[in-house]
């Protein structure tokens, strides 16, 4: 029997509109970001004019509906932006996917109406920057053993905070934290609670500022909560509800750092070809010579494979939108995947460059230091493998 395929079930061309959204990312990272980039990273200054103007052109709330003060676009949108922003400059795209996928996603998600249009409006917006903060200094990987505590205040109106948070992405500068602590430490997973934490209020404080290998424009600290008084009506989603809101918005941001090191990768990959087209030695274009085809094919071929995880991942979300069913199993296996492949084409792009891919005259070792963080944050490629693994054998 002769079975016919129906061509527009698989069509993965992308649309007008998403090919617009591109070329008009594009340019901007190029004009905007690029040229201040090495800058940037050297400084370790926060590129707030550029957050600014990515707000004004609707990136901070790519998801959020218009209603909120966002974009209204769709997760391709998403990662199509990821994917260019970080071609120009990985840091500032951190700064971007923390605002979209860990802020904006767990207020659209879990926030009450009153929290949208108070939290939610100005973070979609770009006019306040959002923080996300799970990790403290002893628990990292194993997020559902934190120190940090929320009690219930006497007369019921307030959760009173103390402890330290750590690792936390622009932690320095922002307006708006979502933070996940105890509050009934008796019940593990089950007793952490998310908050949404004004910055500006007492009892709050942004602590060390991490000096970091990469992304060093994109400000990381700790916080440090002292009897902060937090209202009871800031309690995101229901008490006790935190560690799945947590994982919840992990998935949505896996998607995002697997579209940043795709951006990382294809800069690693271009700077390569352009570079092995051009530097001759033994009389001849390296790229002449089998071993540096090698690394390109191999570059090339992680990269489109990479492509194509992120976005089954990104139309997985789009339908759990629907559907409300997780995408955990994508999301990590786009984040391993092209983690991985940043930091392989990357290392190859160094030894392809030689004694320029070492040199800080070129953003190539840039690429290096930069690509090696998509491997950690967000969840490890040891836990994307555990939590792939779990799923597909039906562990917990
Ligand atoms: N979505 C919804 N719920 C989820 C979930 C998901 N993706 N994953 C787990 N859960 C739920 C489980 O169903 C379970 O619920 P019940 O008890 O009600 O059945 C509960 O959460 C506990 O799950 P597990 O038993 O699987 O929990 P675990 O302790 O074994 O941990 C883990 C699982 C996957 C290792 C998890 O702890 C994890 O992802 N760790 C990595 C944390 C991480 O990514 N940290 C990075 C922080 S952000 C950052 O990097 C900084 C930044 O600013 C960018």
Request: aromatic letters at 8%.
């Given at each position: ?57 609707g ?80 628990s ?6 934190m ?21 936390v ?51 990381t600290?700790?916080l ?93 979300k ?47 070792e ?31």
């Open positions: 029997m002769a079975v016919q395929a129906t061509p527009s079930t698989l069509n993965l061309t992308l649309s007008a509109e998403h090919e617009d959204l591109r070329r008009a990312v594009r340019d901007f990272a190029r004009k905007e970001i690029l040229p201040v980039a090495a800058h940037f990273d050297e400084t370790g200054e926060f590129p707030m004019e550029i957050v600014r103007k990515m707000g004004e052109m990136l901070m709330g790519i998801e959020v509906p218009e209603e909120y003060g966002g974009a209204g676009m769709d997760t391709i949108a998403y990662v199509l932006t990821m994917e260019e922003i970080a071609k120009a400059d990985a840091a500032t795209s951190t700064i971007l996917s923390v605002n979209n996928s860990l802020v904006c996603h767990g207020l659209l998600k879990f926030g009450t109406e009153a929290q949208k249009q108070k939290y939610l409006r100005d973070v979609a917006s770009g006019a306040k920057i959002g923080a996300y903060s799970l990790t403290e200094p002893m990292g990987s194993d997020a559902g053993t120190k940090s505590r929320a009690v219930l205040s006497e007369d019921g109106t307030h959760y009173i905070i103390n402890g330290r948070k750590s690792w992405t622009s932690g320095p500068v922002a307006d708006y934290v979502i933070l996940f602590t105890m509050t009934e430490p008796e019940k593990k997973h089950h007793g952490i609670t998310a908050f949404i934490i004004e910055t500006d209020k007492e009892g709050f404080a942004a602590g060390k500022k991490e000096p970091k290998l990469g992304i060093r424009a994109s400000a600290s700790e440090i909560f002292e009897n902060y008084r937090c209202p009871v009506e800031n309690v995101l989603g229901t008490v006790g509800q935190g560690f799945k809101i947590a994982m919840t918005v992990l998935d949505a941001g896996r998607i995002g750092i697997a579209a940043q090191a795709l951006g990382i990768a294809e800069a690693a990959y271009e700077a390569s070809v352009e570079y092995a087209r051009q530097r001759e030695a033994f009389g001849a274009p390296i790229g002449s010579f089998q071993m540096i085809q090698a690394k390109i094919a191999d570059m090339k071929t992680r990269i489109e494979a990479s492509r194509l995880l992120i976005y089954s991942a990104a139309l997985a789009e339908r759990s939108k629907q559907t409300g069913e997780r995408y955990t199993t994508e999301a990590s296996m786009a984040k391993l995947f092209a983690s991985e492949t940043a930091m392989f084409c990357a290392h190859a792009a160094v030894q392809i460059h030689g004694g320029m891919g070492y040199s800080r005259e070129l953003p190539i840039r690429y290096f230091r930069d690509a090696k963080i998509t491997e950690i944050y967000e969840g490890t490629s040891e836990i994307q493998r555990l939590v792939i693994a779990r799923n597909e054998l039906g562990l917990r």
